[in-house]
Nanobody
Framework: QVQLVESGGGLVQPGGSLKLTCAISASPFTFTFYSGSWYRQAPGRQRELVAQLTETRTTRYSDSVKGRFTISRDDAKTTMYLQMNSLKVEDTANYYC?????????????WGQGTQVAVST
């Protein structure tokens, strides 16, 4: 059973940085990574797509984070990251990783449990 586990959230002041990690509990020999994304959901708001990474390493970002956030993954494709710089109060939310992949050839979508990011003075 493939699971995604996020970490790296916390409290930071405006202008600060955090790096979120999404660990994929799968062997790189049996798991194929197709694409990954980071979403966030603030209280009372809908979940929104923040950043996306394709298998060819093409990246896309929402306008609200472009130039400040960077999505990446390790070469083994078992860990995905979101580097967040110049954080703003409006970046406060629960952040979720999402991966489209296949274990032993069976394609599925996976969600992490979320990690809280709070930007405040």
């Amino acid at each position: 059973q493939v699971q995604l586990v996020e970490s790296g959230g916390g409290l930071v002041q405006p202008g600060g940085s955090l790096k979120l990690t999404c660990a994929i509990s799968a062997s790189p020999f049996t798991f194929t990574f197709y694409s990954g994304s980071w979403y966030r959901q603030a209280p009372g708001r809908q979940r929104e797509l923040v950043a996306q990474l394709t298998e060819t390493r093409t990246t896309r970002y929402s306008d609200s984070v472009k130039g400040r956030f960077t999505i990446s993954r390790d070469d083994a494709k078992t860990t995905m990251y979101l580097q967040m710089n110049s954080l703003k109060v409006e970046d406060t939310a629960n952040y979720y990783c999402y991966v489209e992949g296949a274990e032993w050839g069976k394609r599925q979508n996976y969600w992490g449990q979320g990690t809280q990011v709070a930007v405040s003075t």
